[in-house]
């Protein structure tokens, strides 16, 4: 939610044989040796630590400040415009409140606006602000004084939560976790008011009486600009955002654990299915009901244990839908299920060996996330039914084979911190599989950062058995597979200059059943700079300039991809984002090599009243038909726009299009646009206040083909609509009632009609008992 404070990895990037795996890995062994002798340089100029008083009367959480418990609550009066401002006074005067008690954390933050009118919120589902949109304030916590990790605890105006975790070894804020807290706003004609008051039970920390804790407050005011506001400075060119955070002490007699809450569930559907065609009639079975329970236990303040007992992993929302036409590779869907994300940070290394997604039907799972000193755990097994889809990489592209056998799922991952900002770990990742087939994976990472500078990077080995499945996977003989992936990188950034080149080397044999590794059996270079001008009094606040180069060649040798490119990215007045780069690459598709011109743009703006937020994407150019083996012109459009008509009723718009239009001339084809693929989904919420809300999606997915074109056969039209219909009840992201329906209808016949697929109603209710 703090997107424009700092630069990391995630803004920069867009998108012959050796005899023995240890000379093909020895480059990043080498490096992985340099990085874990270096000491952590001369640290950032510590903040004086603030002292947090103990509340001595009572709180009630409505949204005012006059209850006895705020009037010796420590006050934070001074703040800082870290954005589109260098850490200036701000426009308009905020205070935070900050105090405990023997159970609970309260923050308390008074924004003032010299026009209250001005001030911009919507009613929501939890996590449903926007940092272009919405008025909003919170904390973020470093409980564990790591310097790595914070808890994002954030309200809007309408007291709309947002929770989430950020990690500053990996760049990510994520905000799949949900945490038990409370909050109240009001607005009233000096501004707007929030207060929160969070349970330890829902913090993670060492001891009853921690040292200190890393904590910072926030403010996000979009106007003509997006503002924001921290309760201390945020310097530029600093390649960490946690290790920034201000100091606290004076928390004693905190709570030493042994809190439990356990979720049982029940739900109830009843599903049709088109079992003789699409166009037949929709058959139903005799409905069906399921239980299971979800238990947290924290034995104490800094340990979690997770049980699922026949967890529910299904989803009451749909994923959205992505373009797959002409794409070579598996395309990433995040994480949503409660059961996966206690210390989800610890999941994320350098190698994306561990995508939980992977885990599809669980009979059980158990899982263990702590801290002991300067190290961090987390083990999860589960045992797994099968259902789903493994991907099988290559260098050139990846596919699938289904996964219909059971297995049992480990993984764990150890980290020990040194330094300021530095760790070392070990990850390791195993799933049995009946019948003898296995995939094991393990190896260390580890990450050294200084002030200015970030080094980064992995090892892993894996050993394979394939299921001796080929009629499920060609590759699926019960064969052997053994091999490597490395990755390394090193960042370097300043206030104006930044730096960036990683380096690959993926095995052909290397697999990660339980992680998301779409490409195997090449090495890839990448470099990237950047300077960047921070203009005053102009349309945009912020200008990076940047190029960049990629190479990418197969284990032999052989060349898969080459790119030059350039461009520049802007933040500007109505909160807008710019980002054009025009690209010259080459790229392998079996044995030819084909050179690509494109313009890639990114454009993004705020408006006022009715359309709050609209932003454009894609690209313009050349574009190789990967499935004919041939180079054609042609263009991605992607259209997002968020239009709020009330403050009660929020409605998301994606409109997405690509097409390729292709001049087969040398194989007797008539020239034309081989395809035009389209996604259409519009998302509206209309939320009675802040635990009922009721949700419509309406989704469509469609391929046209020229039939002409191609050099095979295809389908003429191929697709799908799907709708969702949700009324839900929370008290809380485990005590809810779901109500639903949910209908499918795919693409039949030559017209391209939609007809009737499958049509399910279900029923959920969750309850947590705490303790």
């Known amino acids: 939610m703090y997107e424009y404070v700092r630069m990391t990895k995630a803004n920069f990037r867009e998108r012959r044989s050796s005899q023995t795996i240890m000379r093909r890995a020895l480059p990043v062994c080498l490096l992985l040796l340099c990085a874990l002798t270096l000491h952590a340089q001369e640290a950032a100029n510590a903040l004086p630590a603030t002292h947090i008083n103990r509340t001595t009367g009572s709180?009630?959480?409505?949204?005012?400040?006059?209850?006895?418990?705020?009037?010796?609550?420590?006050?934070?009066?001074?703040?800082?415009?870290?954005?589109?401002?260098?850490?200036i006074e701000p426009k308009q005067k905020t205070i935070g409140y900050v105090t405990y008690d023997d159970h609970f954390f309260y923050v308390a933050i008074d924004s003032f606006d010299t026009t209250p009118s001005n001030i911009r919120s919507a009613f929501a589902d939890h996590d449903g602000i926007s940092g272009n949109i919405d008025d909003y304030a919170g904390p973020i916590i470093d409980t564990r004084n790591d310097g790595k990790t914070g808890y994002l605890f954030l309200v809007n105006a309408h007291n709309v939560q947002y929770d989430a975790v950020t990690d500053d070894t990996s760049g990510n804020e994520d905000n799949s976790p949900d945490f038990y807290w409370d909050s109240a706003t009001k607005i009233d004609n000096?501004?707007?008011?929030?207060?929160m008051r969070i349970p330890f039970s829902s913090l993670r920390y060492s001891g009853s009486n921690p040292a200190q804790w890393g904590l910072i407050l926030y403010r996000n005011m979009p106007r003509d600009r997006r503002y924001q506001m921290f309760s201390n400075k945020l310097p530029r060119g600093k390649n960490c955002f946690v290790c920034s955070y201000g100091k606290i002490t004076g928390l004693e007699g905190l709570p030493a654990g042994g809190h439990i809450v356990a979720a049982p569930y029940v739900t109830a559907r009843s599903t049709g299915i088109a079992q003789d065609g699409l166009g037949q009639p929709l058959a139903y079975g005799n409905g069906a009901m399921n239980a299971g329970m979800d238990v947290k236990w924290t034995p104490n303040a800094d340990t979690a244990i997770d049980a699922a007992i026949n967890p529910d992993f299904s989803q009451v929302e749909s994923d959205v839908a992505a373009i797959s036409t002409n794409q070579r590779f598996a395309i990433f869907f995040p994480e949503k299920r409660p059961f996966f994300l206690e210390g989800t940070e610890l999941f994320t290394t350098p190698i994306q060996a561990v995508y939980t997604r992977t885990i599809t039907q669980p009979r059980w799972g158990l899982r263990s996330t702590g801290k002991f000193g300067k190290d961090a755990y987390t083990v999860l097994v589960a045992d797994d039914r099968g259902g789903g889809s493994i991907i099988l990489p290559s260098a050139q592209g990846s596919n699938f084979a289904d996964q219909d056998f059971r297995s049992t799922v480990f993984?764990?991952?150890?980290?020990?911190?040194?330094?300021?900002?530095?760790?070392?770990?070990?990850?390791?990742?195993?799933?049995?599989?009946?019948?003898?087939?296995?995939?094991?994976?393990?190896?260390?990472?580890?990450?050294?950062?200084g002030e200015h500078d970030t080094l980064t990077g992995q090892l892993l080995f894996s050993d394979s058995r394939t299921p001796n499945r080929p009629d499920l996977a060609d590759e699926w003989t019960g064969q052997k597979l053994r091999s490597y992936a490395g990755y390394i990188w090193y960042q370097h950034q300043t206030r104006t200059n930044d730096f960036y080149s990683e380096y690959k080397n993926y095995g052909d044999e290397f697999r990660a059943d339980n992680g998301f590794v779409p490409q195997?059996?090449?090495r890839s270079s990448y470099t990237e700079t950047g300077h960047t001008f921070y203009p005053k009094d102009k349309f945009f606040s912020r200008i990076r300039v940047f190029g960049m180069g990629q190479y990418d060649a197969d284990q032999d040798g052989a060349m898969l991809y080459r790119l030059i490119s350039g461009g520049f990215g802007a933040d500007g007045k109505y909160r807008s984002f710019t980002r054009l780069r025009y690209a010259y690459d080459k790229?392998?598709?079996?044995d030819t090599v084909f050179g690509r011109h494109q313009l890639l743009y990114n454009v993004q703006f705020g408006l006022k009243h009715i359309l709050q937020f609209i932003g454009f994407s894609g690209w313009v150019g050349q574009e190789v038909d990967f499935a004919n083996n041939r180079l054609g012109t042609g263009a991605d459009v992607a259209i997002n726009a968020t239009v709020r008509p009330t403050d009660h009723l929020d409605i998301g718009i994606t409109e997405d299009r690509r097409w390729l239009h292709v001049n087969p001339r040398s194989e007797g084809l008539p020239e034309g646009t081989l395809f035009l693929a389209q996604v259409e989904r519009i998302r509206a919420v209309y939320t009675f206040n802040s635990r009922m809300f009721v949700r419509a999606i309406l989704q469509n997915q469609r391929t046209n083909r020229n039939e002409n074109l191609y050099t095979f056969g295809v389908s003429h039209h191929s697709g799908s609509l799907a709708t969702q219909l949700l009324a839900a009840y929370k008290v809380n992201w485990q005590t809810?009632?779901?109500?639903?329906?949910g209908d499918l209808r795919e693409v039949t016949g030559r017209e391209g009609d939609f007809e009737p697929s499958s049509r399910q109603v279900f029923m959920k209710l969750s309850y947590a008992f705490q303790r």
């Open 59 to 87: 709180i009630t959480i409505d949204g005012t400040l006059n209850d006895p418990g705020w009037q010796n609550a420590t006050k934070y009066e001074t703040w800082y415009e870290t954005n589109p401002g260098d850490n």
């Open 190 to 195: 000096h501004g707007w008011i929030v207060e």
């Open 411 to 449: 993984i764990g991952r150890e980290r020990h911190d040194f330094g300021k900002n530095s760790y070392v770990s070990v990850l390791a990742s195993m799933r049995e599989e009946a019948g003898g087939s296995h995939n094991r994976v393990i190896g260390p990472d580890f990450q050294w950062k």
């Open 520 to 522: 195997v059996g090449y």
């Open 587 to 590: 790229i392998r598709n079996g």
């Open 736 to 741: 809810l009632v779901y109500l639903g329906i």
